[in-house]
């Protein structure tokens, strides 16, 4: 139960977390459902124009984007007397630099183009990527108004659903309408997000001084340059397929990213909750930090493994039909990228942990070292494997990132302890509900072979002690006190 000196415990985390994964669930399911429709109707070559397309706008807006954001919440959690001026400082260099990295977009928007169809829809993206970099939900988050933040969700989300449905049509000319309809639910979510943050805690204290803004970004520019690097590792793989196969390869391997892409974005979530949290944890009480570190890296064990090792069974079938016969050719690089979501879900609990403890640079080598890992893996397996190629190498900058993090968190807060035990039963359910999804689907199909599989899995980890009756009682039992 939270006290009102101190920062919330396990079971008041857990609750903001579900009010936001809630939605955002619900957001990711109706976006994937919606680009499994988009796929179908614009086929892969078009479909891989939109992704190029979205990749290299991302890049441009990154600058801009979380290293800033994150580092204004950090600052917002030691001082939230400053909020005000912290969250103008923040939004002022972020509009600023926005205008100068849209301007450069426009001008290399010729020589970055794969073909006329990235060129056409380039300034489209560019636009969206800037409207989801000026979203302040990190100023919610800040505060944990998770429950704002959840709500502030659905509206654009809705809008979004029925303008793509009522609106796409076959052929390039859908994808171009998908661009645009992207680009309404972004600003609609932005401005809704910025609307419920003023009436809660006023307008942001706005400044244009060079020096202070420069000051804030030089201190922030050690995170962003590290979650450039991650969007090198994650998204590489589809610049250098599209310069190397083309279009249809990178829509087979965007198709292929969806499921994975939409665990990792459900993983980075439960980072926003728990970072002020660990921020504030690493300060006042590391043994607390480390023992909340263990519990939910063991969860993660425990989701993670069951969930690779059944969909990466499932992928041949899975990929067609999500996405249509014309997606078969994403099956194998699926069954490799379900392994890296996988990974994410586990380094979550540790990789943030390092900035939460200001160690800012420790996270920048480890990102570093794993990009240009994979920028290297890229060249070298794209050629021979192709899509396969491409997902091996982010599986291996995956891996040092996990190992790295975990190194680093126990030089910070002490040797994580995961019982040797516990990691064999999970591997033991798993295999049995591997088991139990080949013969099901073999049976009765794929949908009903996931559902048995997955249930299963769940029985046995009750069963088996994976959870326990005692564990679900006392989070039960905190969750209604905080209530």
Request: overall charge positive; charged content about 10%; aromatic content about 8%.
């Amino acid at each position: 139960m939270q006290t009102s000196n101190g920062p919330p415990g396990f079971a008041p985390l857990v609750l903001g977390f579900g009010m936001v994964a809630a939605v955002t669930v619900f957001v990711q399911v109706s976006n994937f459902a919606v680009t499994a429709v988009v796929a179908r109707k614009v086929g892969p070559e078009n479909y891989g124009a939109y992704a190029f397309a979205l990749t290299v706008a991302r890049y441009i807006a990154l600058p801009a984007g979380i290293g800033v954001a994150l580092l204004a919440m950090r600052d917002i959690a030691r001082a939230p007397d400053q909020l005000r001026r912290i969250v103008g400082e923040a939004l002022a260099i972020q509009i600023v630099v926005l205008v100068v990295c849209v301007g450069v977009l426009f001008l290399v928007a010729p020589i970055v183009s794969i073909d006329d169809e990235t060129r056409t829809l380039l300034p489209i993206v560019a636009l969206t990527a800037v409207a989801v970099t000026l979203n302040l939900e990190w100023w919610l988050q800040a505060k944990q108004r998770f429950g704002a933040v959840a709500l502030s969700r659905l509206g654009p989300q809705i809008v979004f659903v029925v303008l793509v449905l009522v609106l796409i049509s076959p052929g390039f000319e859908g994808t171009v309408t998908f661009a645009w309809v992207t680009l309404v639910s972004a600003g609609l979510a932005a401005l809704l997000i910025a609307t419920v943050a003023v009436r809660n805690f006023g307008r942001p204290i706005l400044t244009l001084r060079p020096g202070t803004l420069w000051r804030r970004y030089r201190r922030g520019l050690t995170i962003g340059v590290s979650f450039l690097m991650i969007e090198v590792f994650y998204s590489i793989d589809l610049v250098i397929l599209g310069y190397l196969g083309g279009s249809a390869d990178v829509g087979q391997y965007y198709a292929a990213y969806r499921i994975p892409i939409a665990l990792t974005t459900l993983a980075g979530l439960w980072v926003t909750v728990f970072f002020t949290q660990a921020a504030t944890l690493y300060v006042e009480n590391r043994e607390r930090l480390r023992n909340q570190v263990e519990r939910f890296v063991q969860l993660a064990v425990t989701v993670a493994v069951p969930l690779g090792g059944i969909l990466s069974l499932a992928a041949g079938d899975l990929m067609p039909a999500l996405f249509g016969s014309a997606f078969e050719a994403a099956s194998a690089p699926f069954a490799l990228l379900i392994w890296s979501a996988a990974l994410v879900l586990v380094n979550v609990n540790l990789a943030p942990i390092l900035l939460a403890a200001g160690e800012d640079r420790r996270y920048a080598i480890g990102v570093s070292i794993a990009a240009a890992i994979n920028v290297i893996l890229n060249f070298l397996l794209i050629p021979p494997l192709g899509t396969s190629g491409a997902a091996a190498a982010t599986i291996a900058a995956e891996v040092v990132v996990l190992v790295y993090s975990a190194r680093m968190v126990s030089r910070l807060i002490g040797a994580l302890r995961v019982p040797r035990g516990h990691v064999l039963k999970i591997l033991a359910a798993s295999l049995g509900s591997a088991g139990v999804y080949l013969a099901g689907s073999s049976v009765a199909g794929l949908w009903v072979g996931l559902v048995v599989a997955a249930g299963t899995y769940a029985v046995t980890a009750f069963m088996v002690g994976l959870v326990t009756p005692q564990e679900i009682g006392a989070l039960r039992s905190q969750i209604q006190q905080r209530r």
